[in-house]
């Protein structure tokens, strides 16, 4: 089966072409960073109607790259939610136009489960069971996996989530949006031990996050150092090192606390923040010491994308689960309440 995948949660325009046989054939992605950059944010409004400018030649490019034409189509997978309502109707409306003119089945497909399936489309991919951290801009999560839509929220954020989290203090550094990949790569400057930033939520018991308060850490850092006169570039260095030293190790705390209840030995890390490269290592070293094994996206799939919405689609199509005309879009929407799919029709 050969499925064109749609995703327009957010302010990303992703499209790809994934066949169950041949894996993934294509994927062309567009981001609106720049769009939304003198904003300091996404505008949903300006992100709606550049999904609208972008599908149609993106759609042709990820066609052509898989030498597909519409002919060899077998079904078309969009995001259905959670994201911006906006956003999310272009896509839906889209993908569901394609999806009639063509004659095809279509079905929407949960945001985080693509995120979440991401280390699918490569190999080694991991087995089921295991645990899955979804850390993004949007969500930090904490899900252990059975199978396809077999999903247990472990814990999740209670406030601003991880990547949140980063952008909100790369602001209060005056850096560039999307500042959470610069403040990351400004704290490779930064000096360890300086700044000392608390580690939220991990003197109790659970494994729900927290990070708001880490953010008024930073801004409170911060104006301390400002009454002693203005932030250096080093200044700033140390506090980026700071806080993404306390966000990857709660984090890692979380996972192996996760691992212990669960008895698993497979770690899954998707979303943004996933691309972080102390998180990576800090968890790679964690798994190793628990004899486990940790798995990652590719970079490029690490932030939102076709290939993952065309994967999760794939093999929802396959296994007979077909949305239809009448589908809603969910700007929120729970993991917890997917139908799931039988072990068999997910290798």
């Known amino acids: 089966m050969r499925v064109l995948g749609i995703e327009t949660s957010c302010d990303e325009t992703g ?5 169950t046989e041949q894996g993934l054939l294509s994927h062309a992605l567009y981001s ?11 505008v949903p409004e300006l992100a709606s109607r550049d999904h609208i400018r972008k599908l149609v030649p993106l759609v042709q490019k990820a066609l052509m790259e898989s030498n597909s034409t519409q002919a060899d189509i077998d079904g078309v997978a969009y995001t259905r939610g959670p994201g911006l309502v906006g956003a999310l ?4 409306s889209f993908a569901r136009s394609l999806a009639y003119g063509w004659k095809v089945p279509m079905v929407g497909v949960h945001h985080m489960e693509g995120h979440l399936l991401a280390p699918m489309l490569d190999e080694p991919a991991p087995e089921f069971p295991f645990v899955a951290l979804l850390v993004s801009g949007g969500h930090s999560m904490l899900v252990r996996v059975d199978g396809i839509g077999e999903y247990q929220t472990l814990g999740e954020t209670l406030d601003d989530a991880a990547g949140e989290g980063f952008d909100k203090t790369a602001k209060l550094l005056g850096l560039d949006y999307p500042g959470g990949p610069v403040l990351a790569k400004m704290a490779d400057d930064g000096t360890a031990g300086r700044f000392t930033f608390p580690r939220p939520m991990t003197d109790r018991p659970g494994l729900d996050f927290s990070f708001s308060g880490l953010k008024t850490f930073a801004a409170n850092t911060i104006k301390d150092i400002q009454k002693q006169g203005e932030l250096s570039p080093q200044d700033k260095a140390d506090v980026a090192l700071a806080f993404q030293t306390a966000v990857v190790q709660t984090l890692a705390i979380k996972c192996k606390r996760a691992l212990t209840e669960t008895g698993l030995k497979r770690l899954v890390i998707a979303g943004g923040v996933g691309a972080n490269k102390s998180l990576r290592e800090s968890l790679q070293t964690m798994m190793k010491k628990l004899g486990g094994q940790v798995y990652y996206p590719r970079l490029e799939f690490c932030t939102d994308n076709g290939a993952m919405i065309a994967y999760a689609g794939a093999k929802r199509l396959e296994a007979g689960q077909l949305g239809d005309m009448s589908e809603q879009v969910s700007p929120r929407w729970s993991l917890d309440n997917l139908p799931a799919l039988n072990h068999s029709e997910t290798t």
């Open 32 to 42: 609106q960073v720049k769009l939304h950059a003198d904003y300091g944010g996404v």
């Open 15 to 19: 499209v790809a072409v994934y066949d």
């Open 89 to 92: 109707l272009v896509g839906s």
